[in-house]
């Protein structure tokens, strides 16, 4: 049986497991938190790809003071502990090693090499097992991670700013500043949460963008444009900065200082695209334009969560409209200086439904 301490130790895991949030993917974020009667004697979280998982950064924590305890502590960790060897040993190995008596855990692994063997492992050693303690927090908290497993494609973030009157660009060759500085730094810090930053050949040629985190502390994210022709002009200010750009386009299939073109079909060239960064374990994409790209994975279904940046600003006419959501649910608005900031999710693609239930169980 769970208790309210339970949850609180598990609310404890997430605060952990976000700190690792931008550094991890395709990795999930994990935090852990090793008790004993009633006080915390180690904590820990996965804090880079590739690195130590959150049960070993935590055992570690606790051997320095408290070797003595973790035999008779209980683990508390936001996602089930890993059964295989990946680039780490299995985490079950090393909690059934330490002879930790009870575990308790938020979510499966839905990881096709764990998804329920991590417990099974643990329980055949004698282990108490506690599951689906805040459950829908813990799937929540990995939404990119659970995604990108179950639907074979990147967790998919639209975002757009309009003005009052939903307009998000001139009509013109210039680029329209909509949003507050404040919110622009905001933006820097999606950017940095997300694997790639995605844009179309439009935006790219007309804003001229970095595509980067510069006010933001963090790992650069991959730049991705999507152009038919696969004809960029070379002076654009995104190729003068440093992370990989990928050039999704019909023509081509090669590398050519620092950018690599992908060749994707006319025909299905969202999916071709999709699963393409799927393959190249890209965990999630935050969508920023233009119009028509935005539009078309609207209208496909092909996104999870859209962020729609709403200033106070009118403008008269002649500019270009912003995209129309279908099947959305509004989560929640939080206001910014001048903007207020929208965000939606795709009702069809919920990992939690309506009812609570899991889209993972
Ligand atoms: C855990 N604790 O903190 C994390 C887990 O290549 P590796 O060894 O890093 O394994 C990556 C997989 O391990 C990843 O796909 C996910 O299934 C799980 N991540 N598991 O027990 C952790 N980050
Ligand atoms: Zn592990």
């Known amino acids: 049986m769970e208790t309210n301490k339970d949850r609180d130790y598990l ?69 089930e502990p890993c059964s295989h060897y990946g680039k780490t040993p299995p985490c079950a190995d090393l909690i059934i090693r330490h002879k930790i008596p009870k575990v308790v855990i938020g979510c499966r692994d839905s990881f096709a090499a764990v ?21 829908k927090e813990a799937i929540e908290l990995n939404k990119r991670f659970f995604t990108f497993h179950r639907l074979k494609r990147p967790y998919i973030i639209l975002k757009w700013a309009q003005t009052r009157n939903q307009i998000i660009a001139s009509g013109t060759d210039t680029r329209l500043m909509i949003t507050s500085e404040i919110t622009n730094r905001l933006v820097h810090r999606w950017r940095t949460e997300e694997s790639a930053i995605m844009v179309g050949a439009g935006t790219a040629m007309k804003d ?98 859209a962020r729609v940046i709403t200033n106070t600003v009118m403008l008269a006419h002649g500019g270009l409209e912003a995209p129309k959501l279908h099947r959305h649910q509004l989560i929640k608005v939080q206001h910014l200086v001048t903007d207020e900031i929208a965000v939606y999710k795709n009702d069809k693609n919920q990992l939690i439904n309506s009812d609570g239930e899991s889209a993972l169980l």
């Open 208 to 305: 001229d963008p970095l595509l980067d985190n510069r006010n933001w502390y963090g790992r650069p994210p991959l730049k991705i444009v999507v152009s038919a022709s696969g004809k960029l002009p070379e002076g654009l200010r995104m190729f003068q900065s440093g992370a990989d750009t990928f050039i999704f386009n019909t023509r081509k299939e090669e590398e050519q200082n620092g950018k690599r073109f992908l060749r994707v079909s006319a025909a299905q060239f969202l999916e071709d695209m999709l699963n393409r960064l799927y393959r190249l374990q890209v965990q999630s994409i935050l969508v920023e334009g233009g119009q028509r790209l935005l539009q078309s994975f609207i209208d496909a279904g092909l996104w999870d969560e």
């Open 115 to 135: 998804n329920g063997k991590g417990v099974e492992r643990l329980q055949n050693a004698g282990i108490t097992v506690v599951e689906h303690v805040l459950e």
């Open 11 to 79: 609310q404890r895991c997430f605060q952990l497991a976000l700190q690792g949030a931008g550094n991890v993917a395709p990795n999930p974020m994990v935090g852990a938190v090793l008790v004993y009667n009633d006080v915390i004697i180690g904590e820990g979280y996965h804090q880079k790809y590739g690195e130590a998982h959150a049960e070993v950064n935590c055992i570690n924590k606790a051997l320095e003071h408290h070797a003595e305890l973790i035999g008779k502590a209980t683990l508390y960790v936001s996602l």
